[in-house]
């Protein structure tokens, strides 16, 4: 079987004889808008490749410029074959080297207190330490409360996080006890807002969306539900003190391999993210503000020098990202985040993927200012 060469090549009939064209089609044009920004040269081939397949259709061309035509259609396809091929053998690669970093070890909740001089600093810590003397212990040296108790009520304020490794503190050095983008986190919004702040990290490691919802919603409704019972027996239930009040949601990276694998579209990523959040806020409540950041891919080390798979993997990253935009655009009180502008080499670990201990912290701290001046009702900042 097959198409007879007599036979005018239409569109239907070069995608049936080309399986590799058709389904590389679908690649480009969802991504066709990303490459116009950041890919020129890549844009105007998959531009030319198409307009070539179209035009070799037009029975108002001469013959010998419909051939001519149909070459540059066929010799597109083909080039965009190779480059799909290179692209998944690169990533197949990246999946069999990769070597994974251990969790650091160390506790996934704490109390930060605001920031001041040392002296105000251990006065309010010493007041927590009496009060609640069975559940903080001061770590004077990081300006910390350590909770033993994940849900004790040193904090007056709760910050949750959702998400795979990054929230995990997977990059981070045993020493750094526990993940320092959750503490760094806390510990801003802690100095500006002049109370102390509780955090919590739920994460697993290479999770992807659904992987979240099946793992994490469990622990995270036992949590809630103890800080609720906490509230009701210390204050009659007339002060939302010690709540959860944001719930920052770390997601992608692990996401984007559905695209490869099971051709997954954005938009069913934005429903999934949507999923995942409405099921947050039944948990929490439906007042609980969600942050959604950017994940920083094309800064990473390791993709740096693995072309063409970086333009792919560069191009999915923004579409992700440009999906959450959406969603925090549709949805009320989901704000995204976009990445910090900049990274140096010390803001990566080792396996050129996750950051160091100093690239949670950078990040962390660009994502806490931009979610305290997002309280003015922006969607984007």
């Not at 597109?76 to 690669?93: E, H």
């Not at 999915?316 to 949805?331: C, H, Y």
């Not at 009180?333 to 803001?347: G, H, K, L, R, S």
């Amino acid at each position: 079987m097959g198409c007879k060469k007599e036979s005018p090549i239409r569109a239907k009939n070069l995608l049936a004889c080309s399986p590799m064209f058709a389904g590389g089609m679908k690649v480009h044009i969802i991504f066709l808008p990303c490459w116009c920004q950041q890919f020129p040269p890549l844009a105007m081939f998959s531009v030319i490749q198409y307009a070539s397949l179209y035009l070799s259709t037009n029975a108002s061309l001469t013959f010998s410029l419909q051939r001519a035509l149909k070459i540059a259609a066929r010799a597109t396809a083909g080039i965009s074959a190779a480059t799909g091929g290179m692209v998944l053998w690169q990533y197949y690669k990246v999946r069999k080297d990769y070597k994974k970093l251990p969790t650091p070890d160390g506790p996934l909740f704490g109390v930060e207190f605001p920031s001041t001089s040392t002296s105000e600093f251990s006065t309010l810590a010493v007041e927590a330490d009496t009060k609640h003397s069975t559940q903080c212990q001061l770590d004077a040296k990081n300006k910390t409360v350590h909770v033993s108790n994940e849900a004790g009520d040193c904090g007056a304020e709760s910050v949750v996080f959702i998400g795979d490794s990054l929230v995990m503190g997977i990059g981070c050095l045993d020493d750094e006890k526990g993940p320092v983008f959750s503490r760094e986190f806390a510990q801003v919004l802690a100095t500006e807002r002049g109370h102390p702040v509780r955090w919590r990290s739920f994460g697993v490691d290479g999770g992807d969306l659904n992987r979240m919802k099946a793992e994490l919603l469990g622990s995270l409704r036992l949590y809630s539900d103890t800080l609720r019972r906490q509230a009701g027996r210390e204050q009659g239930n007339k002060s939302r003190q010690g709540q959860i009040s944001t719930v920052v949601i770390m997601c992608g990276l692990n996401d984007y391999k559905n695209l490869i694998v099971e051709s997954r579209l954005p938009s069913e990523f934005r429903a999934n993210l949507k999923d995942l959040i409405s099921q947050v806020r039944d948990i929490i409540g439906k007042e609980v503000r969600v942050i959604v950041p950017g994940i920083p891919v094309n800064h990473a080390p390791l993709f740096k020098k693995m072309f063409p798979f970086n333009l792919a993997l560069y191009s999915i990253a923004k579409e992700w990202d440009r999906q959450k935009q959406i969603l925090a655009q549709e949805e009320e009180n989901v704000v995204f985040i976009d990445e910090p502008p900049e990274y140096t080499p010390a803001d990566w670990a080792v396996d050129g993927v996750h950051p160091s201990a100093r690239g949670y912290k950078e990040w962390a701290n660009h994502i806490a200012c931009r979610t305290l001046s997002s309280e003015k009702n922006s969607t984007f900042v």
